[in-house]
C-alpha cells in the first residue's frame, strides 16, 4: 500500500522499531507536562526512521484523546495515511508547467501556513507542520524569512516539526529556532527489515542488497534492487584496475557513478576498502581518489552538476601518478 503522505509506507513502518517507540514516548511525556516544543528538528538521514518518528508524533499531537503509544483510533489512523485536516506536510510544489518539483518552498506556501495559523484545528487538539526538508534548499532565506516570527512562537494550537540530515544545511535563523532532535539509526536487524519492506524483498535478499551496499544505509534504501547489484558489484575490481592506472577503468568507474549518484558513498568506501587492501604508494592515492569523490560530489549536489565529469576529474589523480 503506497503512502499518501510524500514518503512510502516503508518509510512509516514503526512498530518493531523500539528505540523510535522510547523516543515516542518521550515526547509524550513531554507533551502531558505541558513542555511540547513549539519547533521541533528531527535530526537523521531520509527514510531511516525521521519521517516515521515525524508521523507517529504528529499523530500523538492531533489526536484528543490518545489511547496507547502508538495509538490506532480512527484520527490517528488518518494521520498516518495523510489525509487529517490537521496535519499539513510541506513539501515543493509541482510546476504545473513542467510537472516537475520546485526547487524551493515559496514564499506563498509560507504566507499561506502563517496565515492559516490563526484559525483553529479542525477537528483534533492542534495542527501539525510538518516540513519535509529544512535543508537550504528547499527552504530558502526569504520563504524562512516569512516564517520566522512562527517558528519563533507558533500559537499553543500548533507545532511544527522539521527534517533535516544535516543541521549545517539549516539557515541558522531556523536552526537557533527549533529544538534538535537526533533520530535514532535503525540496527542491522531492523535496517534488514527496513528494506526487505521497501524493496519487496526477502529477509536474505535484504541482506544480500545492504552487503552490495556495502552497508551504506542511504544508498541501501534508495537504489532498486534490480539496479544495485549489477552497479555495485566488480566495482572494487575495477577500482583496483584503476589503481593500476588503467585510464578505461577511471572512466568506467565515473559511468557508474553517474549512473546512481546515491551510489557515491557506497563508492568512495569501495575506493577506501581497496587502499587499505593496497597499502604503500597505492594507498596513498587511493585515499587521495576517495576523498576527492566525495569532495566532488558534495559540490556536485550544491552545483547541480553532473555526476559523470565530476567524478572522472576526481579519479584523475589515480592516472597522473602511473601505474602502481
Ligand atoms: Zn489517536
Known sequence: VTSLLPWPSAYLAITRRARLLR??????????????PGTTMLVGEVGLGREALAVELAAALICPSPRAVPCDCPGCGRVRR??????????????????KRKEEISIRQAREISDGLASFPFEGRRRVYVFVSAHTPPLNTHAASALLKTLEEPPAHAC?????????????????RSVQVRVPTPDRGELAELLAAAHGLTAAEAEEHLHACVDDPVAALRLDRAGSAPLL????????????????????????????????????????????RTGGDG?????????????????????HLDAESVTAGALMPLLSAGPA
Open 233 to 276: 558489484s566488480g566495482l572494487a575490481a575495477l577500482a583496483r584496475e584503476a589503481f593500476a592506472g588503467d585510464a578505461l577503468a577511471v572512466l568506467r568507474l565515473a559511468v557508474r557513478a553517474k549512473a546512481s549518484p546515491d551510489a557515491i558513498t557506497a563508492f568512495s568506501r569501495v575506493l577506501l576498502d581497496e587502499a587499505a
Open 82 to 99: 495523510g489525509i487529517h485536516p490537521d496535519l499539513s506536510v510541506v513539501d515543493v510544489d509541482v510546476d504545473e508547467k513542467t510537472g
Open 23 to 36: 523516543l515516542l514516548e518521550r515526547f509524550h511525556a513531554l507533551e502531558r507536562a505541558g513542555a511540547m
Open 283 to 303: 594507498a596513498e592515492r587511493a585515499l587521495q581518489a576517495a576523498a576527492n569523490v566525495l569532495e566532488a560530489d558534495r559540490r556536485r549536489a550544491v552545483l
Open 160 to 176: 511544527f516539526v522539521l527534517l533535516a540530515g544535516n543541521p549545517a544545511r539549516v539557515l541558522p535563523t531556523v536552526l537557533s
